[in-house]
């Protein structure tokens, strides 16, 4: 059975950084898409960052330059670096991950998907990051 775990996530002052880690428990797909998600306050969820097994990375805009998605495959673990962190990333962030079968190129898709549920069933239970000005 699958079940992610988020830890990592606090509050900063503005241009602080954080990391936060995603435990892939009973995760062993070898051709996967996984991604960090972000929900503010009365906003939608947004796509945030992606990483899959052919070691691809994608960034949304508001993002680039400042956070970093990586994996550690012996730990499990997927792993999103936040620096200079601003009010606006202010949100609850989750961790998701494919199933056996997802469309190819959903990595690309991630920064605009409107529906991420429906192409990641896997996800954790979220992590609060506060930024305070």
């Known amino acids: 059975q699958v079940h992610l775990v988020e830890s990592g996530g606090g509050s900063v002052q503005a241009g602080g950084s954080l990391t936060l880690s995603c435990k892939l428990n009973?995760?062993?797909?070898?051709?996967?898409?996984l991604g960090w998600f972000r929900q503010a306050p009365g906003k939608e969820r947004e796509g945030v960052a992606g990483?899959?097994?052919?070691?691809?990375?994608i960034y949304a805009d508001p993002v680039k330059g400042r956070f970093n998605i990586s994996k550690d495959n012996a730990k499990n673990t997927l792993y999103l670096q936040m620096n200079s962190l601003s009010p606006e990333d202010t949100a609850i962030y989750y961790c998701?991950?494919?199933?056996?079968?997802?469309?190819?190129?959903?990595?690309?898709?991630?920064?605009?998907?409107?529906?991420?549920?429906?192409?990641?069933?896997?996800w954790g239970q979220g992590t609060q990051v506060t930024v305070s000005s």
């Open positions: 009973g995760y062993t797909h070898t051709s996967y898409c």
């Open positions: 998701a991950a494919t199933g056996g079968v997802f469309p190819a190129k959903l990595i690309d898709d991630i920064p605009t998907l409107k529906d991420p549920v429906r192409y990641f069933p896997h």
């Open positions: 990483f899959d097994s052919d070691h691809q990375t």
